[in-house]
């Protein structure tokens, strides 16, 4: 039995940080044809599913990624990655016609950019064997998938909740941006939902710069979550969590040099989900995925 499945990406992500890597008006300057050289490269595993996993792990939960490995050269990589944090691959697919890559480009301030490439990752099981196994876990998170149909995401939360397993799901861009009634047809089936100021703005089909967030803000926009437990991350700014009719805020630690943004917002959500599956303590789930959040920007990688 785990504590957690954390469904999602798994990718390959290589850093490049170097002086060479000039960087203005937001964008970096690179010349086409130009050769540059960098003073730091870091290569590491990432993606949503393991980002998520590994930060569970670290906080002492048992915890198992379901995703799909490329049979490649970095299929090692990988693998050797999650054995060391302790992270089970147990529900992995492996496939040789599959590559998930990242190059990341870094300022001195920790802003990227990334150059992604990822095969087509459509499906999660491949037959009920393989779905009723995802039901030995106390929890699972559902991270990002967008070419993963609503059908089979709906599929298998409804699975899910039929376990009565918790259920925990962060909605990217494509998702929210959503019709309300796919979104409800989804939504209902889930126990958290984790996104960020901006996903939450598409997915009530609000205007950001008009949401209020420290007000109840799930009540007046999607009263259809109402039941569900809703944390809207903030960046700088904070995170505020909404349940039943209460609004609970966490301030975002002060972090004295941000090196690498990327992993921010999954290591909140795996502080968040790690502390609530001990203690069922909103405030104290919200200041864990905090304080793991800020670790994750003090430092180059995503885990």
Known sequence: MFDLISIGNISVDIYFQGESLTFKDDRFQLAVGGKYFVDHVVETVGGGGVNVAIGAARHGLKAAVLGKIGINPFKDLVLEKLKAVGVSTNFCQFSANYLNISSILLTPKGERTIVHYTSPHQQLWRNKDELHRITHTKAVYFGNLPDVSMAIKTEL?????????????????????????QLTQLLKYIDILIVNGYEFAD???????????????????????????????????????????????????????????????????????????????????MEAGSKYAAKILAKIGAN
């Open 203 to 285: 997915l009530v089909k609000a205007p950001y710069e008009d949401l209020h967030f420290k007000e109840n803000v799930v009540k007046w926009y999607m009263p259809e979550l109402d039941g569900k437990l809703v944390v809207v991350t903030q960046g700088k700014k904070g995170s505020f969590g909404y349940f039943e009719e209460k609004v609970f805020y966490e301030q975002a630690p002060k972090i004295e040099k941000t090196v690498d943004t990327t992993g921010a917002g999954d290591g909140y959500t795996a502080g968040f989900i790690s502390e609530f599956i001990k203690t069922k303590d909103i405030k104290a789930a």
């Open 157 to 181: 939360l409804r699975y899910l909740k039929k376990h009565n397993i918790l259920t925990v799901m962060n909605l990217g861009v494509k998702d929210c941006r959503r019709s309300k009634n």
